[in-house]
Structure formats: structure tokens, C-alpha cells
């Protein structure tokens, strides 16, 4: 068992931060990847948040960043971060000349408050989230330990060419990936892995390639009516709470494609003050899904439509505002062929698929395609990580046996790439 990368591991389960506040996280990052050696950049240099939708507010990154002062991070690395600036960028140049690598990891934490079950693993050993507010549900901590694992066995730089290793925030939400994309992270790379645990796959299986990605597209809807007396003059208002109420039936009416798998939910409804006021304001939060891009951008384009038309039939005006998305992608068989011959090398590994269904969304699909656009190759792997519970619930955990295969998968894919002559 390696403990090293379950020593991280635990470190930032304990501390989980949610998109774009993952302050102590990045900064923790920065950190241990500098004392490994390595270059790295931070702040503006490693993400673009001039168009990123939906930021959290002075508040938000207020507490968030006092928190992390809380947790041990100094004032010196937290002010390059603190506007939401979270992600990390490493360069390690290796001893011989070859293709640029790049592997990422996402870092972010989800709004839920985990588990305090003694049948929950981190609660019985004492590393459960030390914040109530957010909880590492998706296994990104193991996707943080697992990239500083890699960064600590390759530092002494023994490979062929260059390898990237890029830290994203705000995977959850869809938002961190086009952002770093605006920084040009990924100029130059000519293979990209991304990494997910878990995901349905037992430990010891490995999906060296994956299909079935949705294209997702997460919309915020508010509904500005009137407030009235509910009793005395009911007809001067405006119910927002009551075109939001039946723009939300109305969205689930939307109808099934032949083409296509589609998935829609409305995931927030806030509205109205008190019993005896007509609601005056009312906000929708929703996603749209899709397996095809295509057919995504229509369900976008008819709830637009169900939702203005909601609005209008009470003369509620409706502001919508798309605040995240992913799209689609596909593995390049010759990335796939790199990592599978990886894994089959690996006698932890008992279960190799090549073309899983990974059924969700991510916006790793982003920058797999920016590196395909240009003339790169790139592949998402999954190694199983048998979780007693769904990712995104309060009893998700890792097996953390999975940490070692999946620094192991990566490193010799790493490793490897050198040797594949479509590179
Ligand atoms: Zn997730
Ligand atoms: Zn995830």
C-alpha cells in the first residue's frame, strides 16, 4: 500500500472547497509540487475568469478564503488565488527529447454535507470533511493525491519529452476547464489524459478509453413579478413563484429525441417571502443533457423557449443565464492503445475495457477536444474505485487501493506515450 499518495489523499478529503473557492487546496498543491522540484504556475497564469459565469460572490470568497486561513495557508500564496484563481499548472522537462503529456486532475469539492456514519470510512478514521458545508462526493481528493503521486515518481525527470500536469477547479458545474483553456494550458501538448475514479468500475477494472459522455448545458432562470397583499389586491400581482412553478412542469415536458439520450432536471426552485404576499421574485436552477452536442443545444434552445413563454403568460420577466456546460468527446484510439498496454502490464489489474460507458458529463470533453483541434490525441481513463455508495452522496468513498493502480496506469501511460508512433 503506498502511503503516500493515501496520506494526501485523506489530507484534502478532510478540507474539501467547492468551485472556485478550492483556496487551500491550490495553494497546498503549489506547494508540494515546488518542494517536488517542479515549475509551477498559479493565478492568471494557470486560469482565465473573464468570461466564467456565475462566480461566487465577495461573501462567498470572503469566508471561503478565511477558511483556508483556518486550515494553515499562508497570506503570501493565498493572495494569488483569492478572486477564485484556483487552479494549478506544473511543467516537468524530462531527460530526453519526445511529446508533450499532459494529464489532468480535477480538484473541486461538492455542496453536501458528508456522512457521519461509523459506516462511513472517513468518519470512523477521522478524515471526514472538517467543513459541514461541502464534501469531496466525486473523488476528486483521490484525483489531487494521485496527480502529486505522479509528480513526485516522475520529478527526477527520467522519461522521454515534457509532461504538463494540469490541476482543474470547478469540474462540478462545468465551468474550470473552458476557464483554463483561456489561460492556454494546453499549448503545445500533443497527448492528454484525464482521470476519473470510480464511476461504477470495481477495483482492480480499468477503462483505458470511454464513450457516452452528455453534453450538458446548466442554466439559472429569475422571474421578476410583482409582490401584492395576497388578499386585499391579488390582481395587482405578479406570481414569479407561479411561472416558475409551471415553467418547471413545462421543462419536464420536454420531449425525448429519437437521436439521442437526453436527460433534463430542474435541481433549484427559490421563490416568494412569506404566505401572504404574492411571490415577486422567483430563480430556477437547471441542466439540460444530452449524448449528442446537437441535440443538446436544441433542448437548450426549447427550454429557453418554455421558460420566456412561462413568464409571459403571467408578466413575469425571465432573465436566463447559462452558467456552466461540457460537451462531448471521443478517445482517439491510439491514446486508448497507449494506456491499455499500460494496464495489461499491471497484475493489480484484473479487468481492462477499452471502450466504457461513462454515461455523466465532464468538461475534461473541452480540453480533449482543444488538444484534438489541434492535432493532439487525448483519451479519459477510469480506474475502478468500488465506492459502497453513488458518487454526489454523502456515503461516497474510495477503496483507496485504487490510488496506487491509478498512479501506476498513468505513469507507465506516461512513460509510454514516447514509444507510440502515432505521437
Ligand atoms: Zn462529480
Ligand atoms: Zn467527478
Redesign the pocket.
Known amino acids: 500500500m503506498d502511503r503516500y499518495v493515501i496520506r494526501q489523499r485523506r489530507v484534502f478529503h478532510a478540507r474539501p472547497e467547492t468551485a472556485f473557492t478550492e483556496f487551500w487546496t491550490s495553494v497546498t498543491i503549489a506547494a508540494e509540487l515546488r518542494r517536488l522540484g517542479l515549475r509551477v504556475r498559479t493565478g492568471p497564469e494557470a486560469i482565465d475568469l473573464s468570461q466564467v459565469p456565475a462566480l461566487p460572490g465577495p461573501a462567498d470568497l470572503a469566508q471561503a478564503a478565511d477558511r483556508a486561513r483556518a486550515w494553515g495557508a499562508g497570506e503570501d500564496d493565498l493572495r494569488a488565488v483569492l478572486a477564485g484563481h484556483t487552479a494549478v499548472v506544473a511543467d516537468l522537462e524530462g531527460a530526453a527529447p519526445g511529446p508533450t503529456v499532459a494529464v489532468r486532475v480535477?480538484i473541486d469539492a461538492l455542496p453536501l454535507p458528508e456522512s457521519t456514519s461509523s459506516g462511513h470510512l472517513p468518519a470512523r478514521e477521522g478524515f471526514a470533511a472538517l467543513d459541514r458545508e461541502a464534501m469531496h462526493a466525486?473523488?476528486?481528493d483521490g484525483h489531487i493525491a494521485v496527480g502529486l503521486e505522479l509528480a513526485r515518481r516522475l520529478s527526477a525527470g527520467d522519461f522521454a519529452g515534457r509532461v504538463r500536469l494540469l490541476f482543474q477547479p470547478a469540474?462540478?458545474g462545468g465551468r474550470g476547464a473552458r476557464a483554463m483553456l483561456g489561460a492556454d494550458v494546453l499549448a503545445g501538448v500533443d497527448r492528454l489524459y484525464a482521470l476519473?475514479l470510480g464511476l461504477g468500475l470495481p477495483v482492480g477494472d480499468v477503462a483505458a478509453g470511454t464513450h457516452g459522455f452528455f453534453a450538458n448545458s446548466k442554466l439559472r432562470a429569475v422571474f421578476t413579478g410583482r409582490p401584492s397583499h395576497a388578499a386585499a389586491a391579488p390582481e395587482e400581482g405578479r406570481n414569479a413563484l407561479l411561472a416558475a412553478a409551471q415553467a418547471t412542469v413545462g421543462l419536464y415536458a420536454l420531449p425525448r429525441f429519437a437521436t439521442a439520450d437526453t436527460r433534463v432536471n430542474v435541481g433549484v426552485l427559490h421563490a416568494g417571502t412569506a404566505p401572504n404576499i404574492v411571490a415577486g421574485t422567483a430563480e430556477l436552477g437547471l441542466e439540460l443533457r444530452a449524448t449528442s452536442g446537437e441535440v443538446c443545444d436544441e433542448l437548450e434552445r426549447r427550454a429557453r423557449n418554455v421558460l420566456t413563454a412561462a413568464g409571459a403568460a403571467g408578466e413575469v420577466a425571465v432573465r436566463i443565464e447559462q452558467i456552466g456546460g461540457a460537451t462531448t468527446a471521443r478517445c482517439d484510439p491510439a491514446a486508448v492503445r497507449t494506456v491499455a498496454r499500460a494496464v495489461r502490464s499491471l497484475p493489480e489489474v484484473t479487468g481492462v475495457h477499452e471502450n466504457y460507458r461513462f454515461g455523466a458529463s465532464?468538461d475534461a470533453t473541452l480540453l480533449m477536444r482543444a488538444v484534438q483541434a489541434n492535432g493532439g490525441t487525448a483519451t479519459y481513463v477510469v480506474v475502478g474505485a468500488s465506492s459502497p455508495a453513488p458518487?454526489h452522496s454523502p456515503e461516497f468513498d474510495i477503496d483507496e487501493a485504487c490510488l496506487g493502480i491509478a498512479a501506476d496506469v498513468l505513469e507507465r501511460a506516461v512513460r509510454g506515450t514516447a514509444e507510440d508512433p502515432a505521437v
Open positions: 480535477d466525486c473523488g476528486h469540474e462540478e476519473h465532464d458518487h
